[in-house]
């Protein structure tokens, strides 16, 4: 019976140690006091438990040799109407460059058709008024000069009165030494605004050009 019973614990010792794992820090219990020892064998042994996550999953990577080929059909490509080029004439008739040179009051100004120039305040002259200046000196053209004696015969220079505006401050200082004496004075002369429209009436009178000279 008795050696029933060791070959038993024998059997049961050995399933033991195959099924039961000790960690390390009990394996040197035999060492310690036996209070200490006690203690440990009868404290139940720490688990640790650890899980892996899964792993991501990752597309499907493929060489250039294995890529898969897509085939798309391509279907009938619609015919395209060819562009219509219009031919469109951008001409326009340009006038004919002329110049005068006319006196306004005592004062003699160079005009173009088209173009405005600040003059002498022109007394009785409203906005927006026509007016025909009559002293007209010259006349040129690309072609032709028409030279007045004084003025030219007939010819008319035509203008719009467009504003009448004071012209930019002028300061009028006065001084004399010794005699604490001095006197600034501001002064915005009154000027008029004119755009020349035409110019007419030249043709008619005798003209000099190159081939005459």
Same mark, same amino acid.
């Given at each position: 019976?008795?050696?029933?019973?060791?070959?038993?614990?024998?059997?049961?010792?050995?399933?033991?140690?195959?099924?039961?794992?000790?960690?390390?820090?009990?394996?040197?219990?035999?060492?310690?006091? !036996?209070?200490?020892?006690?203690?440990?064998?009868?404290?139940?042994?720490? !688990?640790?438990?650890?899980?892996?996550?899964?792993?991501?999953?990752?597309?499907?990577?493929?060489?250039?040799?294995?890529?898969?080929?897509?085939?798309?059909?391509?279907?009938?490509?619609?015919?395209?109407?060819?562009?219509?080029?219009?031919?469109?004439?951008?001409?326009?008739?340009?006038?004919?460059?002329?110049?005068?040179?006319?006196?306004?009051?005592?004062?003699?100004?160079?005009?173009?058709?088209?173009?405005?120039?600040?003059?002498?305040?022109?007394?009785?002259?409203?906005?927006?008024?026509?007016?025909?200046?009559?002293?007209?000196?010259?006349?040129?053209?690309?072609?032709?000069?028409?030279?007045?004696?004084?003025?030219?015969?007939?010819?008319?220079?035509?203008?719009?009165?467009?504003?009448?505006?004071?012209?930019?401050?002028?300061?009028?200082?006065?001084?004399?030494?010794?005699?604490?004496?001095?006197?600034?004075?501001?002064?915005?002369?009154?000027?008029?605004?004119?755009?020349?429209?035409?110019?007419?009436?030249?043709?008619?009178?005798?003209?000099?050009?190159?081939?005459?000279?």
């Amino acid at each position: 019976m008795a050696s029933c019973s060791a070959t038993s614990a024998l059997s049961l010792c050995s399933l033991l140690k195959l099924n039961c794992r000790v960690s390390p820090a009990h394996q040197n219990f035999p060492f310690l006091p !036996l209070s200490v020892s006690r203690k440990r064998i009868l404290s139940p042994p720490s !688990l640790s438990f650890s899980f892996k996550k899964n792993p991501r999953i990752a597309p499907p990577r493929f060489s250039e040799s294995e890529a898969p080929v897509i085939e798309v059909e391509a279907g009938p490509v619609p015919e395209s109407e060819p562009a219509q080029i219009v031919e469109t004439s951008s001409e326009v008739p340009k006038r004919e460059e002329v110049f005068a040179v006319v006196m306004i009051g005592s004062r003699q100004y160079i005009v173009f058709p088209g173009r405005f120039i600040y003059t002498q305040r022109l007394k009785g002259a409203n906005v927006d008024d026509k007016i025909i200046l009559n002293k007209v000196l010259l006349v040129g053209t690309k072609t032709s000069t028409h030279i007045g004696k004084p003025v030219v015969p007939n010819a008319a220079v035509h203008a719009v009165v467009e504003e009448q505006v004071l012209d930019k401050k002028v300061t009028v200082f006065k001084y004399k030494k010794k005699k604490k004496y001095r006197r600034n004075i501001g002064h915005r002369q009154p000027i008029t605004r004119i755009r020349i429209t035409g110019i007419t009436g030249y043709q008619d009178s005798p003209a000099v050009t190159l081939d005459s000279l």
